[in-house]
């Protein structure tokens, strides 16, 4: 019985590690293909690309750590009336440091590219959420047509 535990242990050990590894490899893909996409989208020069990648980063993770700090601890049906108000007036607060985030980092981005580079980074941005999420959709059609047909 105790070899059967430490089998079972291990195994969920070792598929533990390489889900987290290929989670990782994943990531690091869609971060090249960001990268690819929106150096192509914006005609980065590569002068440009030196300056602006150091500080496009720095953007998305302070972005990353607010949004972070966006969701709720419970759900709202679990709050009582004090703590949904609080967590109203917190969104606000969060809100406006994403604004001045955005503010700062225009400013930041404007010292390294042309004003019209900048104006297509947001829709870039945009162009590309919005091929990943249609990626994932038609991944998961085909993945439910494959389960249908496997019933």
Partial sequence: ???????????????TSFAQRDRGAMH???E?????????????TPDEAQKFWP????YK????????????????????EEE???FILQSFEREEKEIAL?????QEFKRVLPIRKIGKLQQAEKEFRRKVID???TKGERRGEKERRNN
């Fill in 102 to 106: 955005k503010r700062k980092y225009f």
């Fill in 61 to 80: 993770a302070e972005q990353k750590a607010l949004k972070k700090a966006r969701r709720p601890k419970k759900k709202v049906d679990e709050m009582s």
């Fill in 135 to 137: 990626r994932l959709k």
């Fill in 32 to 44: 090249a293909q960001r990268i690819s996409f929106l150096t192509e989208r914006l005609e980065l």
């Fill in 28 to 30: 690091d893909r869609l």
């Fill in 1 to 15: 019985m105790r070899k059967i535990i430490l089998a079972v242990a291990l195994s969920l050990i070792v598929f």
């Fill in 84 to 86: 949904i108000e609080a």
């Fill in 55 to 58: 500080i496009y980063n720095e």
